[in-house]
Nanobody
Framework: QVHLVESGGGSVQAGGSLILSCTAT???????MGWFRRAPGREREGVAI???????SYADSVKGRFTVSKDNAKKILYLQMNSLQPEDTAIYYC??????????????????WGQGTQVTVSD
């Protein structure tokens, strides 16, 4: 079992940057890891995925602005967010599973989720 804890959320003005971290309580080197977000009134959506080989994929809305990375030794997943916009305001969650995609509809019922961290971007 993998327990995930996010940190690094906060409030920032448009154009600013934040780094989110997700610390795992056990090794996740054999898991796909990802960042997802839920904006007010919207369904949870995929933001970025990094697979066991370090290959990444991003939602079109964040390509070129967000970067996902991980440190397997420290068991930390990161999301570097640059050029933030008000539409990026959401609760951000990290996730882990044997296989993940950005499409939440494809997820198994066994995905591990963190508790979420709020990101608020103002004009």
């Amino acid at each position: 079992q993998v327990h995930l804890v996010e940190s690094g959320g906060g409030s920032v003005q448009a154009g600013g940057s934040l780094i989110l971290s997700c610390t795992a309580t056990s090794s996740y080197s054999n898991y796909y890891m990802g960042w997802f977000r839920r904006a007010p009134g919207r369904e949870r959506e995929g933001v970025a995925i990094i697979d066991t080989d370090g290959v990444t994929s991003y939602a079109d809305s964040v390509k070129g602005r967000f970067t996902v990375s991980k440190d397997n030794a420290k068991k930390i997943l990161y999301l570097q967010m640059n050029s933030l916009q008000p539409e990026d305001t959401a609760i951000y969650y990290c996730a882990a599973d044997k296989w993940l995609t950005l499409d939440t509809a494809s997820h198994s019922p066994f995905v591990y989720w963190g508790q979420g961290t709020q990101v608020t971007v103002s004009d």
